[in-house]
């Protein structure tokens, strides 16, 4: 957690390290993943497979340099790729779900998924 002394814009925003929290959801059956953010490989996995029994797959927590960050993912097999623009200190923690045959699908959040 960041310190009194650790803003840069008189106590409104602080600087680095940012922490994105991911959380892989459902959908993944025996699937290939990587995961970057800003261009850094920070999780890759093969044989994932969403837990019924949770419906979760993984999740790690990764530093990011910057509030923003751009998070990719790209997943086999099916050859999908996806990524979006994250602001990390409004929305820390990401979910992400194999939805369908073709679709990764994103949801962010302020507070931790249940």
Known sequence: MASATDFTDGGRTPKGPYIVHLMLREGFHEHTVLIT???RTVYQAVGLT???STERAGAIAVPAADRRARLAVSVTPGDLTAAFDLDVLAHPYVAISLVGEGTV???TSASPFS
Do not use: S
């Open 37 to 39: 953010v800003d261009d």
């Open 50 to 52: 969403t837990d019924p």
């Open 105 to 107: 699908a994103f949801e």
